[in-house]
């Protein structure tokens, strides 16, 4: 995602209420942050629901987003909330079915251990962003997803050996990122 083609969406979405302006930052930034929405409630299903939702927000507030500073970081944080507020709906309704309350688990993570690995995590989701696309993708197939080479090789209509290089750019670039900072 290029700050200039959201930031020429976004204008578009605001000055002419452009609705294929709108599809066109969808298609830029969906994979971004439904990726965020799974990370944090764990259901394909429940992330799809989130993100349309995001984007449903987004929509309606087109008009005062131009004036956002970092969009990235804006999109990042309503999706985040998001999923949080959908956990905690969802944790209230099955509390409600399930009855008693489960133990607390006493290991459970500081806010300090929790907003450390939430930073990571959104260092993690830009730097994968910025990989070249056939390298996130070889790298979200087999990293994210669990296919084999072979697998994301006849898929993307690549060889094995590709598949391989692609990888290991990928895990060199990311690591350059999360390392860099």
Not at 86 to 93: C, P, S, T
Not at 127 to 144: G, K, M, Y
């Amino acid at each position: 995602m290029t700050e200039q083609e959201v930031r020429r969406y976004l204008r578009q979405m605001k000055e002419e209420d452009s609705e294929r302006a709108f599809h066109g930052f969808y298609d830029l930034c969906y994979d971004r942050l439904f990726r965020i929405a799974c990370y944090y409630v764990k259901h394909e299903e429940w992330a799809q629901e989130i993100v349309l939702d995001v984007f449903m927000r987004l929509w309606e507030q087109r008009t005062r987003l131009p004036e956002v500073n970092n969009i990235e970081d804006y999109c990042f944080i309503l999706t985040k909330n998001a999923a949080l507020n959908y956990l905690e709906k969802e944790n209230r309704r099955t509390t409600r079915s399930a009855g008693p309350l489960p133990e607390t688990n006493d290991e459970t993570e500081s806010p300090e251990e929790i907003l450390i690995s939430e930073e990571l995590f959104a260092r993690y989701v830009k730097a994968l962003d910025r990989l070249p696309e056939r390298c996130r993708e070889v790298f979200i197939r087999v990293r994210e997803e669990k296919q084999s080479y072979l697998q994301v090789a006849e898929a993307m209509g690549i060889s094995m050996n590709t598949v391989d290089a692609q990888l290991q750019k990928a895990v060199s670039r990311l690591k350059e990122a999360l390392l860099d900072k």
